[in-house]
């Protein structure tokens, strides 16, 4: 921090003492977002400087400071640019440097995506790390012109596993939880203890005990409750232990776990049950996995009703709200994709599910392109589009201008898996459903199809990628690589298969798909306007 600025800290914490509140009010996400869209920087810093005074004093707590940096995060390509430009023209500016290390790691992350380090596609990979890379070293540069910025700290924290600076991380949490203890620090710390990443259920305990004492807030047992986390989201230990506090303590932050523990228990009791229906009505609970689990197997017993839809509704408000600010957010654009039912009473007593509410065509391919607008090496997205827009011309009577349309987009999703079985498998048997589709629509007297089959070349359009994308799949299943999706061809597609092979190799066509190396077939990536498919 520099001089200027420890200088408005201390005047307005000093001001804020005397008058007994704080001079300034903290300003809300809304005002911090429209500052730096208006490229008012100059606002922007005094309105964090108010931000992080109000926190000095205690009139806000480090939950809001860090909701207000949530904004720099957003997936809008206007805030990256903004976030981008602050930080070029104030790289000496704690505030500035912070937010774009933040804006740098959640684009990483939505980049890469959450497949293991072996999966992404290798362009993905490294773009991922250049990003962590660089964040890291803004977030480094931002605590050291200004340690007490729990933003800054909570970056670094984020940011140990993935760079490989847990020791650099630790020694963060060490000095934040000293000078300013908060949960919200030690639970992001206990992931420094993923067993993925050298760490261990002993780690995570020890940080819990040595710290959660001087974190606790209004009597809570900080302590356990950092046990409990770390037990639910990554180690999955002393679960007698933690059943025994939840019933010993009525926190309502247990909630959440009591409903969790209740779902995962062969036997539950009807008292549990009942208060687990009753946490999926409130209001601010949009656990689309957990409600789900509940309507599988409780929702049909006396007294108990269906929970999952009346989630699922409140997730999708959560997420067109969520859209307003952060077009391209994944989690958001994944559940308003979601299907939703209207759930009555049947002349029976039972549950009756009707279709309702769910997205129409067109708000469906949006969400689709974002998706792959925010994450383009996700080969599932790419295969979701595709699908879709198969199904499309399926229901359309298949028109002439739909057979091929989804190829590059097949292309692509096996090109980002990595030639991975289950994607080359989706599109040999794409292939095969071309060339029955044809050989049945031939002669039928119609005549877009008579001119458009007279027009393609059906070597180059069906048989040899066909070839080529089933040499491929023998290959990548002879290397081990997983396949849930296909089994072999059957005994007619085969033949088929060996038949066309042959007839390609008579009239000296599909050279390259038939001799050549495996390792001179993988396809590469195909540009796509999506804008104008579908």
């Not at 740098?104 to 992404?120: H, M, Q, V």
């Not at 390259?512 to 796509?528: C, D, G, H, M, S």
């Amino acid at each position: 921090m520099n001089g200027w600025d420890m200088v408005v800290r201390f005047l307005v914490f000093a001001l804020a003492l005397i008058c007994g509140q704080s001079l300034l009010a903290a300003p809300s996400a809304e005002t911090i977002r429209a500052s730096l869209l208006a490229h008012d920087f100059d606002m922007l810093t005094a309105d964090l400087e108010a931000s992080q005074a109000a926190f000095d004093a205690g009139d806000i707590s480090d939950e809001d400071l860090r909701r207000l940096f949530e904004v720099f995060t957003s997936s809008s390509p206007d805030v990256i640019e903004a976030v981008a430009e602050w930080e070029r023209k104030s790289p000496d500016l704690p505030y500035a440097t912070t937010a774009r290390g933040w804006s740098l790691y959640i684009t990483a992350s939505r980049i890469r995506g959450e497949d293991f380090a072996r999966d992404p596609y290798p362009e993905a990979l490294r773009l991922h790390r250049e990003m962590l890379e660089r964040a890291f070293l803004l977030a480094m540069r931002a605590y050291g012109m200004d340690p007490s910025l729990i933003p800054a700290s909570d970056l670094i924290i984020a940011l140990g596993n993935s760079t490989s600076r847990q020791e650099q991380a630790l020694v963060v949490v060490e000095r934040v939880m000293s000078e300013q203890p908060n949960a919200g620090t030690l639970r992001r710390a206990i992931w420094l203890a993923h067993p993925g990443w050298g760490g261990s259920s002993e780690l995570a305990d020890a940080l819990c005990a040595f710290f959660g004492p001087n974190a606790s807030p209004n009597g809570a047992d900080l302590t356990r409750q950092c046990i409990t986390y770390a037990s639910r989201e990554i180690f999955g230990h002393r679960m007698e232990e933690i059943r025994t506090w939840m019933k010993e303590d009525p926190d309502p932050w247990y909630d959440y776990y009591r409903v969790w523990a209740t779902l995962f228990d062969k036997s539950p009791n009807a008292e549990d049950l009942a208060f687990a229906h009753r946490y999926f009505q409130d209001s601010e609970v949009r656990d689309l996995r957990l409600s789900k689990m509940f309507d599988q197997r409780y929702s049909m017993r006396p007294g108990l009703s269906p929970v999952h839809h009346l989630v699922l509704e409140r997730s999708k408000d959560w997420a067109r709200a969520v859209l307003e600010t952060d077009p391209y957010e994944l989690s958001a654009l994944d559940v308003l994709l979601s299907d939703t039912v209207r759930v009555t009473k049947g002349a029976d007593n039972n549950w009756m599910f009707t279709p309702s509410g769910s997205p129409t065509r067109d708000e469906r391919l949006d969400y689709m392109r974002r998706r792959l607008y925010a994450a383009p090496y996700n080969p599932d997205f790419w295969e979701d589009y595709a699908r879709f827009l198969n199904n499309e011309n399926k229901q359309a009577g298949y028109p002439v201008e739909g057979i091929f349309a989804t190829d590059t987009l097949m292309i692509n999703a096996i090109v980002y898996s990595k030639h991975r079985p289950d994607w080359l498998g989706d599109f040999v048997e794409r292939k095969f459903k071309q060339l029955e589709f044809l050989e049945w629509i031939t002669g039928q007297g119609k005549p877009d199809w008579d001119r458009f089959i007279a027009e393609t070349d059906r070597n180059a359009q069906i048989i040899c990628p066909l070839i080529r994308a089933n040499r491929l799949f023998d290959a990548m299943r002879l290397a081990g690589l997983e396949n849930r999706r296909h089994k072999d061809l059957s005994v007619f597609k085969q033949q088929k298969l060996r038949a066309e092979t042959e007839r390609a190799a008579s009239e000296g066509q599909c050279e390259n798909e038939r001799l050549a190396p495996i390792e001179a077939l993988w396809f590469t990536p195909v540009e796509v306007d999506l804008a104008a498919m579908g």
